[in-house]
């Protein structure tokens, strides 16, 4: 099993990158994910990076994986369209 080293130098399995589950597995449910952005230089690939408040660049707020639509009590209580609707 692959570890990963967490900031606090606790190993911890890696997940797998197949974790997002399809749209048909979910049954039209939504699946809520919230994306960040942190600054990263490729410079200093060989140190420790960390992912902290002090180099996020920004947070999106709650939005469904498949949909895009963004959190809310009306849109959590509608089924998942599936796919982005926004363009």
């Known amino acids: 099993m692959e570890m990963h080293v967490q900031p606090t130098g606790v190993l911890v399995p890696a997940r797998a990158t197949n974790s997002i589950p399809t749209y048909e597995s979910l049954g039209g449910k939504h699946f809520w994910v919230?994306?960040?952005?942190?600054k990263w230089n490729p410079k200093t690939i060989n140190e420790?990076?960390?992912l902290d408040h002090e180099s996020m660049v920004s947070l999106s707020p709650p939005a469904c994986f498949h949909c895009e639509r963004v959190y809310s009590s009306?849109?959590?209580?509608?089924?998942c369209p599936g796919e982005s609707d926004v363009f």
């Open 34 to 38: 919230i994306q960040g952005l942190w």
């Open 74 to 79: 009306k849109v959590a209580s509608l089924p």
């Open 48 to 50: 420790q990076n960390i």
